[in-house]
């Protein structure tokens, strides 16, 4: 048998016919047992005719481009001529025949006695490598879900593009109502914010009298102390945990916050808060037996993160006949159960507030969380992204940090914050901007977070300023106070009515309940689908959440994501609806809405 390299050489006995490169296998010979081989063909400038004998039972064919085929299997035949067989190119001193030569042989002993002085040493079947498909790629990124961006939003975007061809549809636009993006809804951005950045970003504009007079002076000496602590400006790299002057910044606000001390470097700026919960889950799983507990619904960054990085999804589920709380016993029993089945608990997400749910969690019920977690040794990860939207009366914003603190628990109790400025009232999003405030670590875990942070050199610098301004806007007597106030309240005002208003029209559908929305920007009401709706919607291979959302697309433009992309009890559906169109437009989005639904129901009956 045949050595399994796959050189091809001349020896020094060799004639003036070269062999070189890997040979491949390319299919079997016309003869019994035969096989063939491809191998390029080399040959001496000085010799540049390649009859020679070619040795018993060996049989040399020639492809040419047109794949005519020569074929010359007797005893003692040669190698066609290189002139007269294909495209030859010299090769400094030598010609290379083109595009391949095919040396076919009876079996592999003859292959290895065939050609004396020409040593063959030919692997076992060998192919071009195959182009890549989803098999070949890592699974873990197969398996995770991200509903928000998933098929339903796919299919929008092509009925938008369809719809801006002039293809005609029951509806004269597409309305995103699938994610939290406020400004590509029409949300206007907040002036302070980009006086700011654009002086950031374009540092001349300071040298035009004319300009510099329509800006405030605060606008001015913000971005005057920005710029003198961030060297290179807004297109250089920062410090990997974040500019120190942006550091600085959040941690007065978080300080101002809290009432308790905060680190800056414990603080990483990250764009908009995912990256960070990308670096919790590198951090925290080591394999499939660590588990995470969260909520259930929860945002579907958290399973698919889990899922990236190998670990286990384990969920907790939130009442939604309570207002969307949180069960502490529930959880005790959840662990418990993992736990006996050698799973190890590493940390416990929570949104507040809520997302999708929109629940504001009550201090008592954040104080139960902290205990539980203390007791058990647990791990804390809060997600506060939408701490400047809380809307019912009574309800308020506590940080997980300042109950720990207040608490009196260890200084060793573990809890990372996250925050973005891609929600509240600014709705920053395509700038990518967010932090994380890791707490209750030791220094050289903190460290390994700075290695993370260090392998993608530092988030953007217009998403740190931002998020600096953000959680540092202008105070009582300064010039933009009053202006950024009106905005400020103007924004969150009317997100309170648009969520009363969609609320309330939800509950006045046919099989519908919805909890008011307390917080952040979505409603996620409940619906009970109707048997021969489920049955069409397994017929066509599809959850029943699914198959209304799809069908509300078609008939209204309305996009809304599938309780299934969140996750839910068995036998309930869901769906998630932002509640961020314009007051006008939610007015459309409601009536659009209520005639779908009507005639679903009595389509389903």
Same mark, same amino acid.
């Given at each position: 048998?045949?050595?399994?390299? +796959?050189?091809?050489?001349?020896? +020094?006995?060799?004639?003036?016919?070269?062999?070189?490169?890997?040979?491949?296998?390319? &299919?079997?010979?016309?003869?019994?047992?035969?096989?063939?081989?491809?191998?390029?063909?080399?040959?001496?400038?000085?010799?540049?005719?390649?009859?020679?004998?070619?040795?018993?039972?060996?049989?040399?064919?020639?492809?040419?481009?047109?794949?005519?085929?020569?074929?010359?299997?007797?005893?003692?035949?040669?190698?066609?001529?290189?002139?007269?067989? &294909?495209?030859?190119?010299?090769?400094?001193?030598?010609?290379?025949?083109?595009?391949?030569?095919?040396?076919?042989?009876? %079996?592999?002993?003859?292959?290895?006695?065939?050609?004396?002085?020409? @040593?063959?040493?030919?692997?076992?079947?060998?192919?071009?490598?195959? $182009?890549?498909?989803?098999?070949?790629?890592?699974?873990?990124?197969?398996?995770?879900?991200?509903?928000?961006?998933?098929?339903?939003?796919?299919?929008?975007?092509?009925?938008?593009?369809? @719809?801006?061809?002039?293809?005609?549809?029951?509806?004269?636009?597409?309305?995103?109502?699938?994610?939290?993006?406020?400004?590509?809804?029409?949300?206007?951005?907040?002036?302070?914010?980009?006086?700011?950045?654009? =002086?950031?970003?374009?540092?001349?504009?300071?040298?035009?009298?004319?300009?510099?007079?329509?800006?405030?002076?605060?606008? =001015? %000496?913000?971005?005057?102390?920005?710029?003198?602590?961030?060297?290179?400006?807004?297109?250089?790299?920062?410090?990997?945990? &974040?500019?120190?002057?942006?550091?600085?910044? =959040?941690?007065?606000?978080?300080?101002?916050?809290?009432?308790? $001390?905060? %680190?800056?470097?414990?603080?990483?700026?990250?764009?908009?808060?995912?990256?960070?919960?990308?670096?919790?889950?590198?951090?925290?799983?080591?394999?499939?037996?660590?588990?995470?507990?969260?909520?259930?619904?929860?945002? $579907?960054?958290?399973?698919?993160?889990?899922?990236?990085? *190998?670990?286990?999804?384990?969920?907790?589920?939130?009442? /939604?006949?309570? *207002?969307?709380?949180?069960?502490?016993?529930?959880?005790?029993?959840?662990?418990?159960?993992?736990?006996?089945?050698?799973?190890?608990?590493?940390?416990?997400?929570?949104?507040?507030?809520?997302?999708?749910?929109?629940?504001? @969690?009550?201090?008592?019920?954040? /104080?139960?969380?902290?205990?539980?977690?203390?007791?058990?040794?647990?791990?804390?990860?809060?997600?506060?992204?939408?701490?400047?939207?809380?809307?019912?009366?009574?309800?308020?914003?506590?940080?997980?940090?300042?109950?720990?603190?207040?608490?009196?628990?260890?200084?060793?109790?573990?809890?990372?914050?996250?925050?973005?400025?891609?929600?509240? !009232?600014?709705?920053?999003?395509?700038?990518?901007?967010?932090?994380?405030?890791?707490?209750?670590?030791?220094?050289?875990?903190?460290?390994?977070?700075?290695?993370?942070?260090?392998?993608?050199?530092?988030?953007?610098?217009?998403?740190?300023?931002?998020?600096?301004?953000?959680?540092?806007?202008?105070?009582?007597?300064?010039?933009?106070?009053?202006?950024?106030?009106?905005?400020?309240?103007?924004?969150?005002?009317?997100?309170?009515?648009?969520?009363?208003?969609?609320? &309330?029209?939800?509950?006045?559908? /046919?099989?519908?309940?919805?909890?008011?929305?307390?917080?952040?920007?979505?409603?996620?009401?409940?619906?009970?689908?109707?048997?021969?709706?489920?049955?069409?919607?397994?017929?066509?291979?599809?959850?029943?959440?699914?198959?209304?959302?799809?069908?509300?697309?078609?008939?209204?433009?309305?996009?809304?994501?599938?309780?299934?992309? !969140?996750?839910?009890?068995?036998?309930?559906?869901?769906?998630?609806?932002?509640?961020?169109?314009?007051?006008? #437009?939610?007015?459309?989005?409601?009536?659009?809405?209520? #005639?779908?639904?009507?005639?679903?129901?009595?389509?389903?009956?």
């Amino acid at each position: 048998m045949l050595a399994k390299s +796959s050189v091809v050489r001349r020896t +020094s006995s060799a004639p003036s016919l070269l062999v070189l490169g890997r040979v491949r296998r390319v &299919g079997a010979g016309a003869g019994p047992g035969a096989s063939r081989f491809s191998v390029v063909m080399e040959q001496d400038s000085t010799n540049s005719n390649t009859s020679s004998n070619s040795g018993r039972g060996m049989v040399a064919v020639h492809k040419q481009t047109h794949h005519r085929t020569i074929d010359s299997r007797q005893q003692g035949a040669h190698v066609p001529r290189a002139s007269g067989s &294909g495209r030859v190119r010299p090769v400094e001193s030598a010609y290379v025949v083109e595009p391949e030569v095919v040396v076919e042989y009876a %079996d592999e002993e003859e292959a290895e006695e065939a050609r004396p002085g020409l @040593l063959l040493t030919i692997p076992g079947p060998v192919t071009p490598p195959a $182009p890549l498909t989803v098999a070949d790629i890592n699974q873990k990124v197969v398996e995770a879900q991200y509903a928000v961006r998933g098929a339903i939003v796919i299919k929008a975007e092509q009925v938008a593009k369809e @719809l801006a061809e002039g293809v005609p549809k029951p509806f004269d636009k597409v309305v995103f109502c699938n994610i939290g993006n406020p400004q590509s809804l029409g949300q206007k951005p907040i002036t302070f914010f980009r006086q700011v950045l654009s =002086i950031c970003d374009y540092p001349e504009l300071l040298e035009n009298p004319a300009i510099v007079a329509t800006y405030p002076t605060d606008v =001015i %000496d913000r971005a005057k102390m920005l710029l003198s602590s961030i060297k290179g400006g807004t297109g250089a790299y920062s410090e990997s945990k &974040g500019a120190k002057i942006c550091r600085d910044q =959040i941690v007065q606000f978080l300080e101002r916050r809290d009432g308790y $001390p905060s %680190d800056p470097n414990r603080i990483f700026m990250t764009d908009g808060a995912s990256p960070a919960v990308h670096y919790c889950m590198k951090m925290f799983i080591r394999d499939e037996n660590d588990a995470i507990l969260t909520p259930i619904p929860q945002y $579907p960054l958290y399973s698919a993160t889990i899922t990236l990085y *190998g670990g286990s999804l384990l969920p907790y589920y939130l009442m /939604e006949d309570k *207002g969307w709380g949180l069960d502490v016993e529930q959880l005790r029993v959840t662990v418990r159960e993992a736990r006996a089945q050698g799973k190890n608990v590493r940390a416990l997400v929570i949104i507040n507030p809520g997302n999708p749910t929109g629940q504001a @969690l009550p201090r008592d019920n954040q /104080e139960e969380v902290v205990k539980f977690c203390h007791e058990e040794g647990i791990m804390l990860l809060a997600d506060e992204v939408y701490q400047e939207n809380v809307y019912a009366e009574g309800k308020s914003f506590t940080s997980f940090k300042k109950v720990v603190r207040d608490m009196n628990m260890p200084d060793t109790f573990p809890v990372i914050s996250f925050h973005s400025i891609s929600k509240g !009232f600014y709705g920053e999003c395509g700038r990518r901007g967010g932090y994380m405030e890791v707490c209750g670590l030791s220094d050289d875990v903190v460290d390994q977070f700075y290695k993370l942070a260090s392998v993608g050199l530092c988030s953007n610098l217009n998403g740190q300023i931002c998020m600096s301004l953000i959680t540092n806007p202008p105070q009582p007597g300064e010039p933009s106070y009053d202006l950024y106030t009106q905005e400020r309240n103007e924004i969150l005002a009317s997100l309170k009515r648009r969520s009363i208003k969609l609320v &309330g029209a939800l509950n006045a559908l /046919e099989n519908v309940t919805c909890n008011m929305a307390e917080g952040a920007m979505y409603a996620f009401p409940c619906l009970d689908i109707p048997a021969k709706a489920c049955e069409a919607a397994k017929a066509e291979g599809t959850t029943p959440d699914t198959f209304y959302a799809l069908r509300l697309l078609d008939a209204t433009g309305i996009v809304v994501v599938p309780g299934a992309g !969140f996750g839910q009890k068995a036998g309930t559906y869901h769906f998630r609806t932002t509640f961020l169109p314009s007051e006008e #437009d939610i007015d459309n989005v409601v009536v659009r809405m209520t #005639d779908f639904h009507a005639k679903f129901m009595n389509d389903f009956r």
